[in-house]
């Protein structure tokens, strides 16, 4: 075997990884691992224009395609710009690497220049993270990093590393397997708890199935649809769980929450047996848990964490396993005992349930002045067929994208639910198109979220991404507005000066502004966002 | 209610700052944290008292065990244990005083080790609660300084923490 530097050992890792994308911002400290990823051509090197950026692709690549994204960054203003992003994927948890440089191992606490303690900042935002003080260490590391972000609840690891170690040499060696006496990620649910919960369901009068990211996260969309099926129970899938059942199918009731619609709300508050499943019973879903716990309901909670069970909302059966594991089961035990719930119990529930939604409550009125923001996702669905990849930023257009496009299947729908990081959709997106080539990319944004990671157009036009921007400007900050108006007025800034967009096509190969219901004229628009290739 | 929470968990850079962070950032409450390598150099041993409702404690323990340095976590307060911690106390030792506090020491099974003209630094094993009641027992106008080192605990009989 012979001798390698660091920064070599760093890309022969990525390479036994099989990471296709590297998205980075160069600087001093990860010189030498720049230098070793120019020597190669297996992997390949996105310079985006703001290390947040870097972070938030690599994530769009991950929720897209179950791959771990991978971003670099240098030490110090690269670390720290990285924050955010890392942030973002631990709220979601989704499956990160992160290497950041660090100023070499004889000036850590000397306050070199453009240090700083990037493990302890990033401590609280990471599954995991580490400092290589020695090359030796290296790859056993990569190899840890790559497993804990991608195993049991998946979410971002930092990988520190002093610019020394980038150029120390050593021989390399990859783990091909890797067992660590504190992390064993269970897997298999507990098979009594299953039974207990298969029992639950086949009893239920008022049954209710409510998932999330958990489901989609683990690939646990198929067997989710086959058991809901089998059951012929209500389903709601949450902002993060989005896709996890097909949109349009009868028995999908929409999203549950404060966003959601009517009837999911009401069936989740009036059903006696809910089974949730890699959902973790957030504020923006059930609001007060007090008062969401004072219906009488048996709760059965599926989850691969079990910090998240029974954290908000006391739940009756606790299964820690992989969704699709326990679903799997779940459908084994129900297929064995060739068992089904009450068809007439099952079928006033259905009553109510369509009388529910017999208010319509999505409904909303066409205005001849200004085009309607919701008319606009349904135009969009309906011209990419439902099947593109749609990324959001954070703010109404995100509800509106949520409530209105109906996603067929899972990894097509990629937001910021957890920490509702404003500026992710534009990098969203260039992850997604460069790790799904030939898919329809559409980012819809607001006027204010887009600015908050406006360079990455230069990017995205950079590396030739075909990626349609679509902007549904309502000039105010609408959620907060929204957030706050229940209750007393809290006066919220708007951008006085939003910028005209169309300015900034001198980054994007075409742009159209829209802004009355003329006839056609939006659907024209939106027919070129459909043909148009970059 | 009050808990003695004991850790396993790999010596490592920074682990012990992980344990720390996790409880302030869900604001929980750390009474005494205590911690030191074990037989095994590789693996630290820590103890936490901290209350809370059961809810919280069960939070407390599923979220330490989510942290990837830590190997094992049990809540020595739901079984039999035994609990100990060490004060060193300077009292001000002169006249009658002087008796009085070597009294209680050896009441309080104490040791006094260091002694000077006007000074007794007695050192005292106990439960956290009977360190208390030492303090309360000793006239306040006589302490000068004390310092703990935080409750650590082990289970009764068969009940190991080990890996």
Same mark, same amino acid.
């Given at each position: ?136 260490? #290296? ?134 047996? #809910? ?158 198109? #460069? ?29 030739? #991404? ?69 | ?15 012990? !700052? ?5 409880? !302030? ?16 150099? !590789? ?5 936490? *008292? ?40 300077? $009292? ?22 260091? *002694? ?5 630094? $007695? ?20 302490? @000068? ?15 190991? @923490?080990?890996?």
């Amino acid at each position: 075997m012979t001798m390698m530097t660091g920064a070599e050992i760093v890309i022969r890792c990525l390479q036994e990884e099989k990471v296709e994308y590297v998205f980075g911002y160069p600087g001093g400290a990860v010189l030498h691992i720049y230098d070793a990823l120019f020597k190669q051509d297996q992997i390949k090197h996105v310079l985006v224009r703001h290390e947040q950026a870097a972070v938030h692709a690599a994530d769009g690549l991950a929720r897209s395609s179950h791959k771990v994204g991978v971003a670099l960054v240098t030490s110090g203003p690269g670390a720290t710009n990285a924050v955010t992003g890392i942030a973002t994927a631990y709220m979601d948890s989704i499956p990160l690497v992160i290497i950041s440089g660090q100023v070499p191992n004889d000036y850590i606490g000397q306050d070199a220049f453009q240090e700083c303690d990037t493990v302890g900042i990033t401590r609280p935002c990471v599954k995991h993270n580490f400092l290589v003080n020695d090359v030796h260490q #290296l790859a056993l590391t990569f190899k840890k990093a790559f497993y804990i972000a991608n195993s049991g609840r998946p979410g971002p690891v930092v990988i520190d590393i002093p610019k020394d170690v980038t150029a120390a040499k050593c021989r390399f060696d990859y783990p091909s397997a890797i067992q660590m006496r504190s992390y064993n990620p269970v897997v298999k649910g507990h098979l009594g708890q299953i039974k207990k919960a298969v029992h639950l369901l086949l009893e239920a009068k008022r049954p209710m199935i409510y998932t999330g990211g958990g489901v989609i996260l683990s690939n646990g969309a198929e067997p989710l649809t086959r058991l809901t099926r089998r059951l012929g129970f209500p389903i709601t899938n949450t902002l993060m769980g989005l896709g996890a059942y097909p949109g349009t199918d009868r028995q999908f009731l929409g999203m549950p929450g404060m966003h959601g619609t009517v009837e999911a709300n009401l069936a989740m508050q009036h059903c006696d047996v #809910l089974l949730a499943i890699g959902a973790r019973f957030d504020d923006r879903v059930i609001g007060n848990p007090d008062n969401f716990s004072s219906l009488p309901r048996k709760i059965i909670h599926v989850d691969i964490d079990p910090s998240s069970i029974s954290k908000r909302v006391k739940v009756d059966v606790p299964i820690v396993g992989n969704v699709p594991d326990v679903l799997e089961e779940m459908i084994r035990l129900i297929e064995a005992g060739n068992a089904a719930p009450d068809a007439q119990d099952l079928a006033a529930w259905w009553k109510q349930i369509e009388e529910w939604r017999g208010k319509q409550c999505m409904k909303y009125r066409m205005r001849k002045s200004v085009i309607m923001p919701q008319y606009v996702i349904e135009k969009l669905y309906e011209i990419t067929g439902g099947r593109a990849i749609v990324t959001s930023d954070v703010g109404q257009h995100q509800m509106w994208a949520a409530q209105y496009y109906k996603f067929e299947q899972p990894r097509r729908w990629l937001n910021s639910g957890g920490l509702g990081t404003m500026g992710v959709g534009l990098p969203y997106a260039m992850g997604a198109a #460069l790790v799904n080539p030939g898919m329809q990319v559409v980012c819809v944004t607001g006027e204010g979220s887009i600015q908050m990671c406006i360079q990455e157009l230069s990017t995205a036009k950079q590396f030739r #991404l075909p990626i349609k921007i679509i902007n549904l400007n309502n000039r105010r900050r609408c959620s907060t507005a929204v957030a706050t108006r229940s209750r007393t007025w809290i006066r919220c800034p708007t951008s006085s000066s939003s910028p005209r967009l169309m300015a900034t096509s001198g980054f994007a190969s075409s742009g159209r502004k829209t802004s009355r219901q003329r006839s056609g004229r939006l659907s024209s628009t939106t027919r070129t966002i459909s043909s148009s290739s970059t | 209610m009050r808990h003695i929470i004991s850790i396993l968990l790999e010596n490592e850079a920074g682990a012990l !700052s992980r344990v720390a962070g996790l409880f !302030s950032a869900r604001a929980y409450n750390i009474e005494t944290l205590t911690v030191a390598p074990t037989e095994d150099v !590789s693996l630290s041993r820590l103890t936490i *008292v901290t209350s809370g409702t059961d809810a919280v404690i069960e939070q407390i323990t599923k979220q330490l065990n989510k942290l990837i340095d830590v190997i094992k976590v049990v809540d020595l307060s739901e079984a039999a244990h035994i609990e100990r911690e060490l004060m060193l106390i300077k $009292v001000r030792a002169t006249g009658k005083d002087r008796e009085e506090v070597k009294r209680l020491a050896d009441i309080f099974r104490g040791h006094i080790i260091d *002694v000077t003209e006007s000074t007794y630094v $007695v050192e005292l094993t106990a439960s956290g609660a009977k360190l208390d009641s030492f303090i309360q027992a000793i006239d306040p106008g006589l302490i @000068l300084e004390t310092v703990r080192t935080g409750v650590c605990g082990i289970g009764r009989g068969e009940r190991i @923490l080990k890996v």
